[in-house]
């Protein structure tokens, strides 16, 4: 039987709560999380509590923030105006996106929180220091297409994918 390692496209339903047991996401609204395992589509933390697991297998798995989205660090957050952004875009807390660092290298930035005026944003992960509480059951596992090994994530069952 094949277990969750690396080279394979594990197909995951979690559900992650929060210290208080409220839940932060969860793919049980919907359809379950395709990753490939060993190639960072998951944070850390639970890919290392997943491998080896096997189909069928449900598994809870607690992360700490080092292993999970990392220490909250930096200046903390800051205000923009919305002019800053394309109007085309959805300004909403948790969008991700990648901004020029001091050394013009893009560095990623999520919004945390939006007004009638201004977003506010920050370096650190909506979920930085923040243990992670994940419950898992692993729904598949297969081998990996050599495509999907180049590019370091699964496709679609038809190849289809977007990057
Ligand atoms: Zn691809």
């Known amino acids: 039987m094949s277990v969750a390692s690396s080279g394979k496209v594990v197909t995951i339903h979690y559900t992650l709560k929060d210290d208080d047991g409220d839940v932060l996401d969860s793919s049980r609204d919907g359809d379950p999380l395709d990753y490939l395992h060993g ?25 700490a923030p080092k292993d999970g989205y990392g220490e909250v660090e930096g200046p903390g957050p800051r205000k923009v105006p919305k002019s800053a952004f394309p109007d085309d875009v959805e300004l909403e807390p ?9 050394k013009g290298q893009p560095i990623p930035v999520w919004v945390t929180a939006v007004s009638a005026d201004d977003v506010e944003i920050d ?10 509480h994940f419950e898992v059951e692993v729904v598949g ?22 990057h």
């Open 39 to 63: 190639h960072g589509g998951i944070v850390p933390g639970l890919e290392r509590g997943l491998e080896g697991k096997g189909a069928g297998d449900k598994v809870e798995v607690t992360v």
């Open 123 to 132: 370096t650190n992960h909506p979920l930085a220091g923040a243990t992670l």
């Open 141 to 162: 596992i297969r081998d990996a297409t050599k495509d999907e090994l180049a590019h370091g994530h699964p496709h679609g069952p038809d190849g289809h994918h977007h």
């Open 94 to 102: 948790g969008l991700q996106f990648f901004a020029p660092g001091p």
